[in-house]
């Protein structure tokens, strides 16, 4: 049983394979219909079962289209339409979905449900996001940051701001992948220890926006208040130094590129001049969301890897 809850399940040949097989399944591509299946169909006859218990766009539509593309179907839940929203035990909607389906990605708050919902599934369980990671937004943007003709290794990732769960898993990935990360974040919104650990020795957390943004390869921020955070005024405030503008891009190396998993909110964490820029990716790197995860669920079941 592969559970793709966080990059370490897949380890570093886990990833660079996941890596290697979207690129190739991209190009292959070229020119189709968004809805046509791949030409092996790979996952024929497979359904995913999503669950949401918060809002989603890109992590909804990329892995609706993923598992068509790769031959398979989806069934799409919100919580408050199923009994889990009413009170049923993740274990108990584990063993039910497990089931009628072969894979289960769920996008919720608390990382223990995904941790949950793995041990009492009898089928691969995805995390789709999860108030402590978000390993399938990062394998997008390692993709995006390779098609860029940059190489992981010894690669400079500066980030700006909340120190959240998409910084938790660039850290992990950067200790995975041997690149490195600074993290410039303001006293009281920095990540815990333990995320820092998990870039095994790669990972740096700073004060200063200038030190993080010097040198960069690329520059990564998010969202400062994310869905249904409080004391949204006093964290603004704190974050506003850590704003990424075109003073700090010039900081970086010439030709530096920018991230966003988005949504992004325009003039608090990124300024207009920059996210719609000649070296933002942030378009590439959202469409890569469904490119990654079509190898990620080929990894799930044993295909790759």
Sequence with gaps: MRHFLDLSDAGPDGVAAMLADAI?????????????????????????????????????VSFDMAIRQLGGTSIVMDASSMQLGRG??????????????????IRTDDHQKVIDMAQYASVPVINGLTDASHPCQIMADLLTIIESDRALPGLKVAWLGDGNNVLASIMEAAGLMHFDVVAACPQGFQPSEADVARGKGRAHVVASAREAAEGADVIVTDTWISMGQAHAETKLAAMMPYQVDEALMALAKPGAAFLHCLPAHRGEEVVDAVIDGPQSLIWQEAENRLHAQKSVLRWCFGQIG
Aim: some cysteine; overall charge positive.
């Design 88 to 105: 049923e035990p993740i274990a108990d909607t584990a063993r039910v979905l497990s089931g009628y389906c072969d894979a289960i990605m």
């Design 24 to 60: 190739d399944r991209k190009a292959a591509r070229a020119g189709w219909p968004k809805g046509k299946p791949d030409s092996d169909a790979p996952l024929a006859g497979r359904v995913l079962a999503m669950v949401f218990e918060k809002n989603s766009t890109r992590t909804r």
